[in-house]
């Protein structure tokens, strides 16, 4: 595959420098298969394939693109020609370049066993979230769905500056929705989990983390409304890590949509916070071996100790601020440009466990889910988010809490932060451990 992407990608440039541009050339070939389980049964059964060119072009500051997934020849020159013609229509940028040829990590993206497993195994690992999830509680009435997910990806990227950036790898997921009923009440659950080795996923794990999270969240009260100690699943702080991800974004701060514009090298956290943006771990869904303008993969300490280090930049924010770029450009494909994204963002764990964060609280609040992330504002910072989770008192988890909303500024939060827990665990492209935040207004009754 890399010979014909190759191919196309040489054309490409060959037909853009012979009409006078820079260009570049973001070659990506994907297959993706989905399996969805009802009851044991295949409800859905989907294998796609999809082949493509993006080509952006530069010339006097002003920027066109243009995509394909034809890649015949003349489907290519008709790209660039449109390419070309979109640029006249473009203001004039100044920041608007091409990153340089690089050396890139060496860096195992592609397992091979997920590669190699049938079909048939792939639907019995669906089936198999399901069944451990009921063999868990007779209360577990209801399996929504379970399923399997997995991807496989050749990128290419080649430029006019000589660059030439090219990479393989593959991962999978399970996942499942479940209902718990007891006493005319029914909660929901669910749990998954992504990895880039098949062999790490565990159908027993997020069967029962299902279960258990609507078993636990069955005949829950509300609470007084009052300000309390409040830690948060992990799950949850990864809901939170997205908001801080969006802040340290360098398009939100240099457009003045982001809390922390101007505060690099301020403390911006309390030292127990440290958040680290890393595309060079292998076992990372976000990892690679480049960004989707061909930079290099890095790992970035963002946040330490509560200092604000840097923010997350691709070719033009770095070039607007006079940075280097951290190898953030992020695109969903080859339709589009790129922009600035997180890769693997964690919150790093502390040592201790997550009983011990508990220790100690008289009364405070476990979060075990939060609904309107999406309110959340990343400009002031202010939050209000639907909570539910479990009541701590004197030092032990109670009872199933529903029904309240937590809020507050995620200045105050980030800078609240009084422990974090080793139970670390990933969600996509975010990972976190439990963390404690000393104290957060809590509305009830």
């Not at 082949?51 to 890649?71: E, N, P, Q």
């Not at 979230?129 to 990806?153: F, N, P, Q, T, W």
Request: hydrophobic residues 40%.
């Amino acid at each position: 595959m890399e010979q014909i992407l190759r191919t196309v990608g040489e054309k490409t440039l060959n037909e853009a420098v012979h009409r006078g541009v820079e260009a570049e050339a973001f070659l990506m070939q994907a297959k993706e298969l989905s399996i969805e389980i009802v009851e044991g049964r295949v409800e859905t059964l989907k294998q796609a394939e999809e082949t493509g060119l993006g080509i952006r072009v530069i010339k006097d500051g002003r920027t066109g693109f243009a995509f394909t997934s034809d890649l015949s020849d003349k489907a290519v020159k008709n790209a660039v020609q449109d390419a070309i013609s979109i640029s006249v229509f473009t203001t004039q940028d100044e920041y608007q370049i091409l990153p340089e040829k690089a050396v890139y990590p060496d860096i195992q993206l592609f397992d091979q066993d997920t590669a190699a497993m049938s079909l048939e195994e792939k639907i019995e690992i669906a089936r198999s979230v399901e069944r451990c999830a009921k063999s868990v509680d007779m209360r577990i009435s209801i399996i929504e769905r379970s399923g399997y997910d997995d991807l496989e990806y050749c990128n290419l990227i080649m430029n006019s500056k000589g660059l030439y950036a090219y990479e393989t790898g593959n991962f999978s997921g399970i996942y499942i929705f479940l209902v718990a009923e007891d006493d005319n009440d029914a909660q929901n659950g669910f749990s998954a989990m992504s990895v880039r080795k098949v062999k790490d996923l565990s159908a027993a794990l997020v069967g029962k983390e299902a279960a258990i999270n609507a078993i636990r969240a069955l005949n829950a009260r509300t609470i007084r409304s009052g300000r309390m100690p409040v830690i948060l699943d992990p799950y949850v702080a990864t809901r939170f890590s997205g908001i801080i991800a969006s802040m340290v974004n360098a398009e939100a701060v240099q457009k003045g949509k982001s809390m922390f514009a101007g505060k690099i090298g301020e403390q911006v956290a309390s030292p127990w916070c440290t958040i680290i943006d890393d595309a060079t771990l292998e076992e990372g869904i976000a990892s690679g071996l480049f960004d989707s303008e061909g930079v290099p993969a890095q790992k970035k300490i963002v946040i330490e100790n509560g200092i604000l280090y840097t923010y997350l930049h691709n070719t033009y924010t770095a070039q607007k601020d006079r940075v280097v770029s951290t190898g953030n450009a992020q695109r969903g494909s080859f339709r589009g440009l790129s922009s600035v994204g997180s890769t693997n963002f964690i919150i790093a764990p502390g040592r201790d466990n997550k009983d011990s964060l508990i220790d100690g609280i008289d009364r405070g609040f476990y979060v075990t889910e939060v609904m309107g992330m999406h309110t959340a504002n990343p400009i002031s910072g202010d939050f209000s988010v639907g909570a539910a989770g479990i009541m701590i008192e004197n030092g032990i988890l109670t009872y199933p809490v529903r029904g309240v909303t937590i809020a507050g500024n995620m200045a105050e939060f980030l800078q609240n932060i009084d422990a974090a827990a080793s139970n670390f665990r990933f969600y996509g492209g975010k990972g976190s451990p439990s963390i404690r935040i000393k104290e957060l207004s809590i509305a009830g009754e």
